[in-house]
């Protein structure tokens, strides 16, 4: 395929907005509504407490969405080889790099750092 | 012996006596009196309640001895993990140094055999819930063919992202393009099957690796399935337009943007299965350099991966698949013949990919057989002949690969190759990586 004037470009800035637009309402809608008040004596909480998990994190066992989430790419490191601050930092950085949702994240790194001492 | 009948009777006489006397005694020890078993009783109750509140009062302090030696060690043991701790978090920032390292040995044939060697540290600094920063450099060192030596260190992250929610993180620097997946997931030594990259994605490449400038990405379930999505702006490749060696090849590697002209891509994922997934990658731009007349690029690619553990073959089958499309419009290069090799005009759309599948047998119990891995992998690039590094090739690789630990392999690879305008280089190749 060519393409000698690149009517694409204007197409693929729509494609940017949509898709960053698309994550945000996602994720919205995920993380609740606004309160305006906490408990008497503790600072406002900004935020009602973020639903449950959705997608697979919700379906499947922690351990099961470790071994299948990991395996895909390479073969998943057991729990112990890092610590629980050292797995912190690595579900970080694979949240990003193997396309995990947050509540992805979040299960894989609950079941990591239970079994890593 | 005769004894007198006196002496006789005096014996009888007195062992009469002492029987009857003691018969008396012991009836007298044999009863007490009413008073005597009160008296008593009492001070047995008065003994058994002394024993008992001196046998609590040991059990009380040997209790409470444990109790005080425990609350000891657990003291020093939570003084040793707040130590611990602090060193680690220094402060709230969390740092951890990770990366891999592969040692190669390589034999073409017709050319000389050599081992090599290349590490790449990644630096990850988690600032905050929200705030991550990742560095990573490609560090390696090479002799070229005038026996000069030197080592080559390659900036391949540099990039700060912060989590808008759930779905959806932004960041910007340099960074691994969300192009295709090779560059992304499977490019690190310790995870890439064979000893070497896919055609597509290796010296000769044309799927952008990295890029400098920001970047939108995230993921969310679609039903039972998955999508994820990354869109990006960066400064975007540039055309090579001075060099007769590679005149109209993209150089991905530009930090600066040399036309004013930035470049925008994404891809977008499904995944039906954890296992499983589909994509496709867009990214296009102005590349011609400044001063130089106008080029533009539009880079396109599918990816498709299927990994499943199959009982019946008492194992895991991965088959990974890309392929990419590189269209880039035409341009004349040295159009007035002062750069010795023009002028030159070529149709500049190259195209290739790969497809792998590899089989481990995970579910069998030796352990030994558990750990090999056998890979096959069909690759190709094409292109035209009259650019400058063009030409088609294709390459047919067989290898072997022994897993050590989840993050350590010893790979055996033998590569037969095919190019259209060139001598063939087959090649035997072995590489160690682990990740760090």
């Known amino acids: 395929m060519r393409i000698q004037r690149y009517p694409a470009i204007p197409v693929l800035v729509v494609l940017v907005i949509s898709l960053t637009a698309g994550g945000v309402l996602l994720g919205c809608r995920a993380a609740g509504k606004t309160v305006s008040a906490g408990p008497p004596g503790q600072a406002a909480s900004t935020t009602r407490p973020a639903e449950g998990p959705q997608g697979w994190a919700a379906t499947m066992g922690h351990a099961e969405l470790w071994t299948q989430t990991c395996n895909r790419c390479h073969y998943a490191w057991s729990p112990d080889q890092l610590s629980p601050t050292q797995w912190e930092v690595v579900m970080r950085h694979m949240r990003l790099r193997a396309n995990l949702t947050g509540d992805e994240q979040k299960a894989i790194l609950e079941f990591l750092q239970s079994a890593s001492h | ?436």
């Open chain 2, 1 to 436: 012996m005769n004894v007198p009948r006196g002496v006789n009777v005096a014996i009888f006489l007195a062992l009469a006596c002492s029987w009857a006397w003691a018969q008396e005694a012991v009836d007298a020890s044999k009863y007490v009196s009413r008073e005597e078993y009160e008296a008593l009783k009492k001070q047995m109750a008065a003994m058994q309640a002394e024993v008992a509140e001196m046998r609590k009062t040991n059990v009380d302090a040997a209790v409470n001895a444990d109790r005080l030696e425990m609350v000891d060690e657990m003291s020093e043991q939570i003084k040793t993990l707040q130590h611990q701790t602090n060193f680690l978090t220094s402060g709230a920032t969390k740092f951890f140094l990770t990366g891999d390292a592969a040692v190669n040995f390589t034999s073409p044939r017709g050319s000389p055999s050599t081992f090599g060697a290349k590490f790449n540290p990644l630096f990850l600094v988690q600032l905050d819930d929200r705030l991550f920063f990742e560095g990573g450099l490609d560090i390696a060192g090479s002799t070229n063919p005038d026996d000069q030596s030197s080592t080559t260190v390659g900036l391949t992250e540099a990039n700060i992202s912060y989590l808008v929610n759930k779905n959806l993180a932004v960041g910007g620097g340099w960074f691994t393009l969300p192009f295709a997946r090779f560059h992304n997931n499977y490019d690190a030594s310790w995870i890439n099957r064979l000893p070497d990259e896919p055609l597509p994605f290796g010296d000769r490449g044309i799927a952008p690796g990295n890029g400098m400038g920001l970047f939108a990405e995230g993921a969310a379930p679609l039903g039972r399935t998955q999508i994820n999505y990354a869109a990006y702006v960066i400064n975007g490749p540039s055309q090579i337009t001075n060099s007769g060696e590679n005149a109209g090849t993209l150089n991905f590697d530009s930090f600066d943007d040399l036309n004013n002209n930035k470049a925008v891509g994404g891809r977008i994922g499904w995944q039906p299965t954890t296992g499983s997934e589909i994509g496709y990658s867009i990214m296009g731009g102005r590349v011609n350099p400044n001063g130089f007349q106008r080029v533009d690029g539009v880079l396109q690619a599918v990816d498709a991966q299927y990994r499943k553990e199959i009982a019946r073959l008492y194992g895991t089958i991965d088959t990974r698949a890309e392929w990419v499309w590189s269209n880039v419009s035409k341009a004349t290069f040295d159009p007035t013949g002062a750069l010795m090799f023009g002028p030159l005009r070529f149709n500049n759309d190259r195209n290739g990919g790969y497809v792998q599948v590899s089989y481990r047998p995970t579910v069998l119990r030796n352990k030994y057989l558990r750990n090999i891995e056998p890979v096959i992998r069909y690759d190709t690039l094409e292109g035209s002949s009259h650019a400058p590094g063009g030409g088609d090739e294709c390459r047919l690789t067989l290898g072997l690969d022994y897993w050590v630990k989840a993050n350590a392999v010893f790979k055996i690879a033998y590569e037969c190759d095919n190019m259209k305008d060139a001598p063939d280089q087959d090649a035997f190749l072995a590489q160690f990586a682990i990740g760090l």
